[in-house]
């Protein structure tokens, strides 16, 4: 069972509600975000686009862009070599869109996931220089591509790195680090040591539309494109920036926060015949476009792509300004995706039998090896597993040199830093917190497994979920003013969840089942009060039946769903909404978590 731990925070709730207008509880989850003084408070509420920050604060943004503005003018060739992800795609066609729209003669490559690997390559240098390319302009990789960018150097290119990854560093005798940079033209990342930017986690994406801000301006002043140009492409622009900081699964904190909020807004507004096909596809023409519109169904479909095929697939789908075309592939995006959730279910029930029948289960970092699994969906069932045990999870396949896959990790375990502690093991890795992704030969792979596990660092408690709850509130106050205030908290995704409120002894009165596949629960909830409520479950309907037959004995479940009376009695986390049905609402109440 996880834990659950309310968020303590003070401050002066009610001073908060009165001077901004809104409800106490809303000014609570406002603090329990760590937003704290009115001028973070107002921003939190009523921040608008001028209050992103800076471009130039980003190192080296200025010198790349005035580079790009030199190469445009001179009608040098430049190269954009992106990622094979979402933020990848995204920021790839970020940068294509504006050097095009200045004039510039600019192509654009994604790599080959199979092929190529993450990042620059050297076949892709290879490639660049072949075609005649000048400069290679790169976007989400190329931080720790240091032996390709030298060669790329010695073939007398210019090469820009824009990047959002961790800068690889080396630990020196004091246990200080060194970072250790790529000899590039200019490298564009947050995360390099000297960088002022105040907001180190943004994706790639945003850091190319930065840069595109800076080039722009500087273009305007040539008569390359006018104020109003570069005005309406940067508003268009908007919309891929919010779409990727979703998708690459980057906090919505701070100015992400503010990037999706009006990234959304222009994704369900723009003209852009590719990403108008993909939401038509997906029957979401019309709607009010969420952070789980992006996460959930939107952007998978261009992973789905890159990992099953190819990621310039999505790209061509962004670039055409053919509606047919774009429908089409659009289409074929969306089946992709469907054939790639198919085997990520069998690839997770692979993973999950071979830890349980096997030593790994004892292991605090489980590295698990499927051999036959398609590579590009190790990074997925990691997530999958991670969900399941919370636990730091690689998952592993046997690649065309030796062994590849990707890592999903858990609050408590740095990644990339414990990866960098036998980093002598792989032949190539990369990552920050969260995730990584590696290649090894599969004959170290039994060494990373005991590395990663004799020194995990890891204790029983940082294996344990922990629910976060906002405020332990009964149901009675919820009113469906109080609910469409939680609008103001939005968008919701990492780092700005949705509100999660608490109730002790909340009666579970009767209850049915519902959906095609009968894996939804509906029931009817009092409180000490009397007073009736919905309450929805969408979580595992068999863990939620164990769970009562343990506690209130062999007959619960039946006397639950049979109408025959219900001794169920527990605490409930749970958060609420409105249910609008043929035109009527009404309150329900969203089941997150149980206990006695």
Partial sequence: MAKWMVSAKKADFNGIA??????????????????????????????????????ALLKDAEKAAQ??????????????????????????????ACLEAAGADVDAVIPHRITDGYGLSERLIEEADHDGADTILTCDNGIAALPQIAGAKTMGMTVIVTDHHEVPYEVQED?????????????????????????????????????????????????????????????????????????????????????VKYGLRQIEQSQNPGLRALIAVNELEGKKLTGYHIGFILGPCLNATGRLDTAARALAMFRTRDPAEAFTIAGELKALNDSRKEMTRQGTLQAIDMIENSTLQADKVLVVFLPDCHESLAGIIAGRIRERYYKPVFVLTRAEEGVKGSG???????????????????????????????????????????????????????????????????????????????????????????????????????????????????????????????????????????????????????????????????????????????????LQMIMQDYSV
Wanted: proline share 4%; charged share 25%.
């Fill in 18 to 55: 009165e001077k901004f207008g809104i409800d106490p509880v809303i000014a609570r989850i406002i603090r329990n975000r760590d937003v704290a003084g009115e001028k973070e408070i107002e921003k939190f509420l009523h921040g608008t686009i001028d209050d992103l920050y800076e471009p």
């Fill in 67 to 96: 580079i790009l503005c030199e190469k445009t003018e001179e009608k040098k060739k430049i190269r954009v070599i992106g990622d094979y992800d979402i933020d990848g795609v995204c920021a790839t066609y970020i940068l294509t």
């Fill in 175 to 259: 246990q200080s680090r060194r970072e250790t940079l790529p000899d590039a033209d200019a490298v564009v990342d947050p995360k390099q040591g000297g960088c002022t930017y105040p907001y180190k986690g943004i994706c790639g994406a945003v850091v190319a539309y930065k840069l595109m801000q800076i080039y722009l301006e500087k273009m305007c002043s040539t008569g390359a494109v006018t104020g109003e140009e570069k005005k309406h492409l940067l508003q268009e622009l908007l919309a891929f920036a919010g779409f990727a900081t979703v998708g690459d699964v980057m906090e919505l904190t701070d100015e992400n926060r503010l990037l």
């Fill in 408 to 586: 999903r990790s858990v609050e408590a375990y740095h990644m990339y830093d414990k990866m960098s502690e036998c980093k002598e093991l792989y032949t190539k890795y990369g990552g920050h917190k969260m995730a990584a992704g590696l290649s090894l030969p599969e004959e170290n792979l039994e060494a990373f497994r005991s590395y990663l596990n004799a020194h995990s660092g890891l204790k029983e408690e940082d294996l344990t979920e922990v629910v976060h709850i906002d405020v332990p509130m009964p149901m009675s106050y919820v009113t469906a003013e109080l609910i469409r205030q939680f609008s103001l908290l939005e968008p919701f995704g990492n780092g700005n969840p949705k509100p999660v409120f608490a109730q002790k002894a909340v009666k579970v009165c009767r209850g049915q089942i519902l959906g095609k596949n009968r894996n939804v629960g509906k029931y009817r909830v009092s409180d000490e009060t009397g007073h009736e409520y919905d309450m929805m479950y969408f979580g595992d309907l068999d863990a939620w039946h164990a769970f009562l037959t343990k506690q209130f004995g062999a007959g619960s479940v039946d006397r639950l769903y049979g109408g025959g009376g219900s001794e169920i009695v527990i605490s409930v986390v749970y958060y609420p909404d409105i249910n609008v049905f043929r035109g009527r609402e009404q």
